[in-house]
């Protein structure tokens, strides 16, 4: 199994900057042929998907944070970021890490964003 585990969030204003990490460990093994993807879900409504990034590294995103957000990977640190840059106060959500391979799919307890004056 795969153990997932977000941080890096926090309160900022708006136009400022973040950077989530999601840090994996368990059969690596697993994580190195993973497909991972970001997720946010603010209070009230539905849990929306925000980044996804193969095991090579391509990515794309949802309309709403295309070139303001960038996901990146490193295998070898078994880490998966998700820069934020630009931040609205709309984009206040928790964000959480998912990662899928065949059959399986594992997800983190996710870590609050705030983006507020």
């Known amino acids: 199994q795969v153990q997932l585990v977000e941080s890096g969030g926090g309160l900022v204003q708006p136009g400022g900057s973040l950077r989530l990490s999601c840090a994996a460990s368990?059969?690596?093994?697993?994580?190195?042929?993973?497909?991972m993807a970001w997720y946010r879900q603010a209070p009230g409504k539905q849990r929306e998907l925000v980044a996804r990034?193969?095991?090579?590294?391509?990515?794309n995103y949802a309309d709403s944070v295309k070139g303001r957000f960038t996901s990146s990977r490193d295998n070898a640190k078994c880490t998966v970021y998700l820069q934020l840059n630009s931040l609205k106060p709309e984009d206040t959500a928790v964000y959480c890490c998912?990662?899928?391979?065949?059959?399986?799919?594992?997800w983190g307890q996710g870590t609050q964003v705030t983006v507020s004056s």
């Open positions: 998912n990662g899928r391979r065949i059959v399986s799919i594992y």
């Open positions: 990034i193969t095991s090579t590294g391509d990515t």
């Open positions: 368990g059969s690596i093994f697993s994580y190195y042929a993973m497909a």
